[in-house]
């Protein structure tokens, strides 16, 4: 005879109708709870910008397997293992407070997989994609590099976009979407910031004309930053960048649309990531969602990320722009709102060749500092 069972009673409790059995049932529930929330106690808050990037003490699990992040969902991650295999993992509960992004270097654990019928065989391991999880990530090893965004206000201080990248190439497209010299003014910072080296690529040269020299480059060019100028249809200026990413890890970060999935595609064909189309307004149509760690045939590795709209600097030290900023004198670099950007004299004076980047320089002065008034640290 099958035995029946109130809603919300466990099977364990043996006396259906004795008054004790509710009780116990609560009270080992709530042990159950408070269990629970003490192993996802892991000291880091969301709001706080320093502990966001405290990584819990890696040393006890020193002993288990090391593989890199490469591809992180909202349950789950891919690992790949010292010996190229991919595998599934979920995150162990020591890590739920822990941002992993694309690049980590992780400690995992195997997972027993428990057969269905203990009398039949276990089923054979899943490997790759589409396959349950047969491991768990117990830590995060410290990272070399770690290449953030300002957040858009205190509930999220940074936005992490990959660690232990060596060289950020910042792509912008020619036109469609249309070439924004303030973004990559904006990536600089964010390299500098995590000791990344920088590279500025130009897709889609094929849209513009031979003759077209792409001026509003001039200042970056002045300053000696690398300028890369590629058509990845054309298979133009592509071959070049293959020998800078041997022995590398390089995150390309852009707009959605310029193109950074399909020049990945021309270094490396079979992995025929997916790419997407414009939209009517010459935007990109965000085709790529999660930020992908690609090994390389030839050596070194490519990090695919998904098109951003801004990169803020919110929270970045003020120091860096004398480095994205070099042609202003000390006096500027200290309090570049004391300057009028509008007013001819003041930009005479300055002897600048390009005094539009007066105003650039004051934008980003002004974001590193901004708070968003309605939010306080606390939430
Ligand atoms: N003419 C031309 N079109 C290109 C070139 N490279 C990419 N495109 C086109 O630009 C569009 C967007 O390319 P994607 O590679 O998906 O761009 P993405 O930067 O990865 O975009 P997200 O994944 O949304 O961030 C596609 O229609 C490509 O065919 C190029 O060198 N020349
Ligand atoms: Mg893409």
Known sequence: ?????????????????????????????????????????????????????????????????????????????????????????????????????????????????EPEDPGLPPPPPVRGDGGSPEAQVVAVMPRRTLLKRGGIDDREPWQLICANADELWICAAVVDPPLRPGLLERAQVLALDAGLAFRIIVTKRDRASRKDTLPELDP???????????????????????????DKVVVLLGHSGVGKSTLVNALHPELALRTGGLTRFGTGKQTTTSARWLPLPGGGTLIDTPGVRTLSVRGFDRALLGQVFPEFPAEVLEDPLAFDAEDDEVLDALGLDYPERLQSLQRLWQEMEDRNPNQNVWR
Do not use: F, N
């Not at 993992?89 to 270097?105: F, I, N, P, S, Y």
């Not at 970056?220 to 041997?246: C, D, F, W």
């Open 220 to 246: 970056l060019r002045e300053q000696g930053l690398p300028i890369h100028e590629t058509s990845a249809l054309k298979g133009e200026g592509v071959e070049a960048l293959r020998s800078l990413v041997v």
């Open 1 to 113: 005879m099958s035995r029946k069972y109130r809603l919300g009673q466990s099977r364990e409790a043996q006396d259906l109708d004795h008054r004790d059995s509710y009780s116990r049932e609560r009270s080992a529930d709530s042990k159950r709870r408070q269990r629970q929330a003490e192993r996802l106690s892991t000291d880091i808050e969301s709001h706080d910008a320093e502990s966001l990037l405290k990584l819990p003490d890696a040393a006890p699990w020193l002993h288990l397997p090391e593989a890199t992040l490469t591809q992180r969902y909202s349950q789950w991650v891919d690992l790949e293992l010292a010996d190229r295999t991919p595998l599934r993992a979920t995150l162990g509960g020591k890590l739920k407070g822990v941002r992993l992004v694309c690049g980590d270097r992780v400690r995992y654990s195997a997972v027993p997989v």
